[in-house]
């Protein structure tokens, strides 16, 4: 698909058209970008942060478990983004066993660094011209 570069409506027939694992992965990414905006905006250590920050942990294990089947860009291998995959997996426990012994700093530290790292900058790589999100907003 050739790459326009102008924003239209969603192409929502090409994301139908997508394996089971992609629409898992994006399904995952939408809900962990938009609870963990939620999480960093409103107050910390509250009953809702509590709950929302497990259904946030969910996402992101929904995300980086899909991406261990997703190696669309280096043909049948996994590629250098695959990292954030073994670091989002290492990261969560140790955030949340953080959290449970109330080291706020560390616990703080690791989702900060999982939300931009493992959400921001690979929502940015996910709309490089011609991978599949660029392809449903732009081409």
Do not use: C, E
Request: hydrophobic fraction near 60%; charge should be positive; glycine fraction near 10%.
């Amino acid at each position: 698909m050739a790459a326009k570069g102008h924003l239209h409506a969603p192409d929502l027939p090409l994301l139908a058209a997508q394996p089971l694992v992609i629409k898992l992965h994006i399904a995952g990414a939408v809900a962990a970008l938009l609870i963990g905006a939620m999480l960093m905006t409103l107050r910390k250590g509250v009953t809702f942060h509590r709950t929302a920050g497990w259904l946030w942990v969910g996402a992101m294990s929904l995300v980086a478990g899909s991406s261990i089947f997703i190696t669309g860009i280096n043909g049948d291998h996994w590629s250098f983004i695959h990292l954030f995959t073994g670091w989002t997996l290492i990261a969560l426990p140790i955030a949340v066993i953080a959290a449970r012994r109330h080291v706020v700093k560390t616990h703080r530290r690791f989702m900060m660094g999982l939300f931009y790292g493992g959400l921001v900058i690979n929502g940015f790589i996910a709309f490089i011209p011609g991978r599949t999100m660029w392809n449903v907003f732009f081409a």
